[in-house]
T-cell receptor, first 113, second 114 residues
Framework: DQQVKQNSPSLSVQEGRISILNCDYT??????FLWYKKYPAEGPTFLIS?????DKNEDGRFTVFLNKSAKHLSLHIVPSQPGDSAVYFC????????????FGSGTQLTVLP | DVKVTQSSRYLVKRTGEKVFLECVQD?????MFWYRQDPGLGLRLIYF???????EKGDIPEGYSVSREKKERFSLILESASTNQTSMYLC?????????????FGPGTRLTVL
């Protein structure tokens, strides 16, 4: 049973426009959410996070929104750049030993020049 | 600059071989993790460790074991490699004792079992 779901395997966006990546979760014990970006043949790199006490967190071109009642979060990238083309993983964690992360299946973002 | 290194970027092994994947972090992190990444499945947790000589099973521990003899090093062992263990293996680490923290990943090892 997937506790973190990314239902869109891929997304294509024109350069300069907004990219919106979505993520849904089922476990109400999750209280911290992260987005990672992964290029081919590299490890994931941390992008941005949000705790459950907030509904929005912004870092430059990246904003994460959290809707706890809907158990939904989204990552907005504005404006999108070709270098943003990568696989984006949503992850969630709950208080517990080592705070392990549960990852979604990822969304391949392609930003077209 | 934080650093997680993995012993090999690419590895080819035969069915039945014993395989060791090594991971080293230089950030004095308490927690270390092993994941595998497969297309359409995201990252799945195999094992993790929150202290030296401590280990806990993740979501898919079958066919794997781990060793953590030193704080900076976490090894993943495939006792008898099988073709369904062909995958990208990723190691990560993070600090303990904080409520919220991100994991830092190594570059990954692409393992092919023939």
């Amino acid at each position: 049973d997937q506790q973190v779901k990314q239902n869109s395997p891929s997304l294509s966006v024109q350069e300069g426009r907004i990219s919106i990546l979505n993520c849904d979760y089922t476990n109400s014990m999750f209280d911290y959410f992260l987005w990672y970006k992964k290029y081919p043949a590299e490890g994931p790199t941390f992008l941005i996070s949000i705790s459950s006490i907030k509904d929005k967190n912004e870092d430059g071109r990246f904003t994460v929104f959290l809707n706890k009642s809907a158990k939904h979060l989204s990552l907005h990238i504005v404006p999108s750049q070709p270098g943003d083309s990568a696989v984006y993983f949503c992850a969630a964690s709950a208080a517990g030993s080592a705070r392990q992360l549960t990852f979604g299946s990822g969304t391949q973002l392609t930003v077209l020049p | 600059d934080v650093k997680v290194t993995q012993s090999s970027r690419y590895l080819v092994k035969r069915t039945g071989e014993k395989v060791f994947l090594e991971c080293v972090q230089d950030m004095d992190h308490e927690n270390m993790f092993w994941y595998r990444q497969d297309p359409g499945l995201g990252l799945r947790l195999i094992y993790f460790s929150y202290d030296v000589k401590m280990k806990e099973k993740g979501d898919i521990p079958e066919g794997y074991s781990v060793s953590r003899e030193k704080k900076e090093r976490f090894s993943l062992i495939l006792e008898s490699a099988s073709t369904n263990q062909t995958s990208m293996y990723l190691c990560a680490s993070t600090t303990g004792g904080r409520i919220y923290n991100e994991q830092f990943f190594g570059p990954g090892t692409r393992l092919t079992v023939l």
